[in-house]
C-alpha cells in the first residue's frame, strides 16, 4: 500500500520518486490524475473556472481584435473574471454579494463597451456581453433561490435589455419560490400592465396573490392602485381621441367661433374622418350613446377600486389607517374623471366608522382641493374650505392636536413649493404652515415642537424630499423663533 497526498490509502497506486518532478504542483496535479476515486473541491471549482472562462475567449480575441479594447484591458479583464469565477465556484466564497458583484461587473464592462462601439463607429454584436450577464445572473438565482436581492437584479435587468420572454420564465419562478411576498405579485402585475399591457394577466396575479397574502394590507391597497392605474390610461387615451369632451359642445363652440371670426382671419376648414377616408357611409360616424355609455362602465367609473375597498375594509373590520392609505393611493391620480367620486366613497366609509380617528379628519381636509390646480381661479375657495376643516379637526380633537397639526404640515409642504401661485394665496399658505408648526407641541413647550419638526425632516429626507425638509427647516427657523 502507498499513502499518496492527502493521507489516503487505495490500491495499485504505483510510487513515482520525487526527483522527477519540478515542483510540488505538477507532483500533485500527476497524483491527481492517475488516481481515479480522487473528489477535490478546490479541484473541481478550478475546473469549472477554467470552464467558464474558455467560453469567453471568443469575445475578448473580438474585442482585441476589432480594438476596442487594448491589451493591457484585455488582460486585466480575464484576470478579473478569473477572480470572480474562482470565488462564485467554490462552496465558501459562492455567496450572492460575490454573485451581485460579478453581475455588476459585466454590466458596467458592457455599459464601456457600448459607449466605445459607438464612439468609434465600430459594427459589432451586442449579444455577448448581454448574454454573458444573463447567465451569470441565472448561475446566481439558481445557486441561491432563495435571495430576493439577486431575483431584482436579474429582473431589473431583463426588463432593461426588454428581454420579455425571459421575464415571463421568471415571474413564474420567482413566484413559486416566494409565493409569501406581496412585493413579487405587485412586480408581476405592473409589468404585465406597463410592458404587456395585459390587464387581464395583471389582475390574475393580483388575485392569485391575494389567496396567498390575503392579510396583507400592501396587496390590497396596491391591487386598487393598479385598477386607478388602469383607468387612468384609459381616460389618457381618451383625452389624446377626444373623446372624453361632449361633442355637442365641441359643435356648438366651433359653430360659435366661426360666427364670431373676423374677416382678416382666414378660418381653416375642419378635418374630419370622412374627409381621411371617403369611403366611410353616414351610419359609420362615431356613435355619441355609445361613448356615454362607455364611459359610464364599471372599468371607467371607478366601481373596481371602490369595491376592492369595501372588500379589504370589511377583511380589516374598518381599520382607520387602511382607508388612508386607500385614500392616500388614490389621491394621486388626480387626473382621473372618477377620482372624486371614488375618494369621496372612501371618505364617506371612514366617517360612517370612525369618524374622530385623525385619519379620517386627514383625509377630510385634503378632499377639496383634489383634481384642482393651485393657480386656478376655483383653488382659493377650495384652500380655504381645507383650512376650515383642519381648524374644526384641531376643536374638536384636542387629544390629537399634534398628530393633526403635523399632518396639515405634511399636506402644505405642497403647495408652498409652487412659486407661480398667486401672492396672496401663498401668503395663506405660509401662515398656515407656521401656525401648524406652532401646533405640533404647546405653545409653553417650543423644544419639544422643534423636536418633532426634525423628526419630520428626518422622515422626509429618508423618503428623499429634500425640498419639503428643506422647506421645512427653512419656516420652521423662522416659526418657533417668534416664541422668543
Known sequence: MAAPLGGRTTERTSFVPISKYSDLTQRTEDWIQREPNFNNTMAAAADKARF????????????????????????????????????????????????????????????????????????????????????????????????????????????????YKRLEKMWTEVLRLHPAKPRWWVQAAQCALDVDADMTTARSYMQRGLRFNEKSKVMWVEYARLEMLYIAKIAGRRRVLGLDEDRSVQNSMRTLEEKTSSGDIIALPSVTAEDINPSLQENDAVDDGALQ????????????????????????????????????????????????KVLQHVLDRLESTSATSVATMTCGFKLPVVAVAPRSAEFPARLGQSLQRIKLALQQSPQSRSSIAEEAVLWLLQFAREDDMDQGVRKVVFVSLRQYIKALAPVTESSLARSRVNGIILSLRAKESEQDAALLEQVAGKALATDH
Open 52 to 163: 467558464y472562462l474558455e467560453q469567453s475567449v471568443p469575445e475578448l480575441q473580438e474585442l482585441s481584435r476589432k480594438k476596442i479594447f487594448t491589451a493591457a484591458e484585455i488582460a486585466s479583464i480575464a484576470k478579473k473574471r478569473s477572480d470572480f469565477e474562482h470565488k462564485v465556484n467554490t462552496s465558501r466564497e459562492s455567496t450572492p454579494e460575490a454573485f451581485a458583484r460579478y453581475a455588476q461587473y459585466e454590466m458596467n464592462l458592457e455599459t464601456l463597451r457600448r459607449k466605445r462601439v459607438n464612439r468609434l463607429g465600430i459594427k459589432t454584436t451586442n449579444h455577448s456581453g448581454t448574454r454573458r450577464i444573463f447567465f451569470v445572473l441565472e448561475r446566481a438565482t439558481w445557486k441561491h433561490k432563495g435571495d430576493e436581492g439577486l431575483w431584482q437584479m436579474y429582473i431589473d435587468y431583463a426588463r432593461k435589455e426588454k428581454a
Open 293 to 340: 355609455n362607455l364611459a359610464a362602465t364599471p372599468a371607467l367609473s371607478g366601481a373596481i377600486p371602490i369595491a376592492i375597498f369595501e372588500a379589504a375594509m370589511d377583511k380589516f373590520h374598518d381599520e382607520p389607517s387602511l382607508g388612508a392609505l386607500f385614500f392616500d393611493a388614490f389621491i394621486k391620480f388626480d387626473q382621473v374623471p372618477c377620482v372624486r
